[in-house]
């Protein structure tokens, strides 16, 4: 069977998938070019099954990164072939079996990491992530509040935002998203996507004037303008009655992302749009 990239299919994830792909993978860190190794030769001496899948799982990763996805499959089952309870190759076939479109091949392999590595903040926060992704809000938490116990793994501040979207999307309680938005900034202070999150919750919880402050924060690290920044921006000062405000905003989403889903959204009746 030939593998083909297909389109991602949540459009939500956009701002968070960016921590999923590899990252709790450190093997993409410095790849040099490697002949392809005999997959039919012995183990040498001294030499452990994680040393004789580490060629396969770098070659496919390298397959991966070129398109080469069939090529990329081969090596990376020889890789877990050798060892298979190796974390990074089951990690990163999980990447490509999502790039193809098929998400249970895909669950399936970052179950097996989080399974091989039960402790560790990576592999947990990944099946935690994906399991989001395909709907499955409550049992991500598990994943997440494992990987958050690891106090060996640096990158908290992502698992927060992460476990805090993933309340948001699974429409669950907005305190607890609120409070992993909050540990996110508090960590990071310009973690963008915990900013734009918490603005949002804050804006549903009809906390407007605390909901424009942070979106203002978003705003002021002087990223990339994003549609759905700017609708929520305009949506903000709506309520708190700045129809100037409101409209410079509509006019900046229209000028900008003229034809987005939010610029469509705005109803030209309605005098701030």
């Not at 450190?26 to 899948?53: F, H, V």
């Not at 050798?82 to 091949?105: E, F, I, K, M, N």
């Not at 409101?246 to 000028?255: G, M, S």
Request: aromatic share 10%; proline share 5%.
């Amino acid at each position: 069977m030939r593998l083909r990239a297909t389109p991602p299919q949540i459009a939500a994830f956009a701002l968070v998938l960016s921590a999923l792909a590899l990252g709790g993978c450190r093997a993409s860190e410095g790849i040099r070019p490697i002949e392809k190794p005999d997959s039919t030769s012995n183990l040498k001496r001294d030499e452990t099954t994680s040393d004789r899948a580490r060629p396969f799982m770098q070659l496919g990763q390298k397959y991966m990164e070129m398109g080469k996805y069939d090529l990329a499959r081969e090596n990376l089952l020889k890789a877990i072939k050798y060892d298979p309870h190796g974390v990074d190759a089951h990690t990163v076939l999980a990447t490509l079996y999502d790039r193809v479109g098929d998400p249970q091949a895909a669950e399936d392999h970052y179950r097996m990491a989080a399974e091989y590595a039960p402790r560790a903040g990576g592999p947990n926060n990944n099946y935690g992530l994906y399991l989001c992704k395909r709907g499955k809000f409550d049992l991500s938490r598990k994943y997440f509040d494992i990987a958050l116990a690891d106090g060996f793994y640096d990158d908290k501040a992502t698992i927060y935002t992460n476990a805090g979207t993933c309340q948001l999307l699974g429409k669950g309680s907005l305190e607890l998203a609120e409070a992993d938005f909050r540990h996110a900034l508090d960590i990071s202070p310009s973690n963008a996507q915990a900013l734009y999150q918490l603005a949002q919750v804050l804006y549903l919880k009809s906390d407007f004037f605390k909901a424009r402050a942070f979106i203002q924060r978003y705003e002021g690290l002087g990223g990339q303008a994003n549609p759905d920044a700017l609708l929520l921006a305009r949506n903000i000062e709506i309520k708190l009655g700045n129809a100037d405000a409101a409209r410079d905003y509509a006019r900046r989403l229209h000028d900008q992302f003229p034809d987005s889903e939010q610029t469509h959204s705005l109803d030209p009746t309605t005098p701030s749009s």
